[in-house]
C-alpha cells in the first residue's frame, strides 16, 4: 500500500510558466517531507523540504507548500528551465531517518 | 557534491552467483543506506546503517546482506544472485546535522541473467 502517492506520472510545461508537481500522504505520523530531482542514469539530488510545523518553504525558483489537513504537498518551479526536465520524487519521514518514497513525476520543460 | 561513490557502476552476472557492492563515502556520515530503484516501485530501502557494525533491515531485504566496518565503507551482498535482483541499486548517507536529509551516490546498474 503506497503511503506516499504522486498521482500524475508525467507533466509538460512551456518554458517560463510554472510547474507544478503533486504529493499526497496517508500516514499522519510523517512530519518532515522532501523533494528529489532525478536524472536519467544519476542518483537522487536533494532540492528542498519542509517540517510538519510549517506550510511554506521557499528557496529559489523553487517553492514547497504542506496542507497538514488534506495531506497534500505541492513543490512549484518558477519559472521553469529546459533544465528542469527531470523525475521528481516526493518523500516523507517519520521520527525514524527512513524515507518513504513516491514513484515519482517525469517534468518536461518544452523550450 | 557528498563524496559518494559506488562500485562497480554496472555488472552482469549470472543466477546463483555472489555478488557484492560497495559504497564509499568520504563525508565521515554515521548514517548509510542501500535502496533498490524499479519501475513502478519507485525507491525501496532494502539495508541501512546507524553506525560500524550497526545496521538493520528495510522493506526489502530478503536475500541481500549488509556489513560496514568501516565509517566509510558500506557494502552490500546478494548472497545467491536471481534475477528479481535486476535493478539499478542506489547507496545514500546522511548525518546527524541533516537529519533527514540523505545523499546520494550514482548508482549502480546490476543485471542478473
Known amino acids: 500500500d503506497q503511503q506516499v502517492k504522486q498521482n500524475s506520472p508525467s507533466l509538460s510545461v512551456q518554458e517560463g510558466r510554472i510547474s507544478i508537481l503533486n504529493c499526497d500522504y496517508t500516514n499522519s505520523m510523517f512530519d518532515y517531507f522532501l523533494w528529489y530531482k532525478k536524472y536519467p542514469a544519476e542518483g537522487p539530488t536533494f532540492l528542498i523540504s519542509?517540517?510538519?510545523i510549517k506550510d511554506k518553504n521557499e528557496d529559489g525558483r523553487f517553492t514547497v507548500f504542506l496542507n497538514k489537513s488534506a495531506k497534500h504537498l505541492s513543490l512549484h518551479i518558477v519559472p521553469s528551465q529546459p533544465g528542469d526536465s527531470a523525475v521528481y520524487f516526493c518523500?516523507?519521514?517519520?521520527?525514524?531517518?527512513?524515507?518513504?518514497w513516491g514513484l515519482g513525476t517525469s517534468l518536461a520543460v518544452n523550450p | 557534491d557528498a563524496g559518494i561513490t559506488q562500485s562497480p557502476r554496472h555488472k552482469v552476472t549470472e543466477t546463483g552467483t555472489p555478488v557484492t557492492l560497495r559504497c564509499h563515502q568520504t563525508?565521515?556520515?554515521?548514517?548509510m543506506y542501500w535502496y533498490r530503484q524499479d519501475p513502478g516501485h519507485g525507491l525501496r530501502l532494502i539495508h541501512y546503517s546507524y553506525g560500524v557494525k550497526d545496521t538493520d533491515k528495510g522493506e526489502v531485504s530478503d536475500g541481500y546482506s549488509v556489513s560496514r566496518s568501516k565509517t566509510e565503507d558500506f557494502l552490500l551482498t546478494l548472497e545467491s544472485a536471481t534475477s528479481s535482483q535486476t535493478s539499478v541499486y542506489f547507496c545514500a548517507i546522511s548525518g546527524l546535522a541533516d537529519y533527514n536529509e540523505q545523499f546520494f551516490g550514482p548508482g549502480t546498474r546490476l543485471t542478473v541473467l
Open positions: 519542509i517540517s510538519s
Open positions: 518523500a516523507a519521514s517519520g521520527n525514524n531517518r527512513k524515507l518513504i
Open positions: 563525508e565521515n556520515h554515521r548514517y
